[in-house]
């Protein structure tokens, strides 16, 4: 069984950084995919940006030029790199992994963007 575990998260200003992180442990494999969704109060969870070990990417048009995700495959850990920070990046961040179907979740962390 795969555990991932958050953190990172916190209170930041309109225009500011945050860096997440996202370890895997318990597993004996390195995920397929990692990367991480969001859900803000009153809306679904959504993608944000997923890193495929052969490089591919998947990033949500509302982040794009503003986050960047890279991966540690040797621990295996998956960061988020979030600048230029908005109000509506407010969410609650989850990491996610799959591997080849089987998909895990952590518990998330809390990003609160506002002055």
């Known amino acids: 069984q795969v555990q991932l575990v958050e953190s990172g998260g916190g209170l930041v200003q309109p225009g500011g950084s945050l860096r997440l992180s996202c370890a895997a442990s318990g597993s004996i494999f390195v995920p397929n995919v990692m990367g991480w969704y969001r859900q803000a109060p009153g809306k679904e969870r959504e993608l944000v940006l997923t890193?495929?070990?052969?490089?591919?990417?998947n990033v949500a048009d509302s982040v794009k030029g503003r986050f960047t995700i890279f991966r540690d495959y040797a621990k295996p850990t998956v960061y988020l790199q979030m600048n230029s920070l908005k109000p509506e990046d407010t969410a609650v961040y989850y990491c996610?992994?799959?591997?080849?179907?089987?998909?895990?979740w952590g518990k998330g962390t809390l990003v609160t963007v506002s002055s």
């Open positions: 890193l495929a070990t052969g490089g591919t990417t």
């Open positions: 996610n992994a799959d591997h080849w179907g089987n998909n895990y």
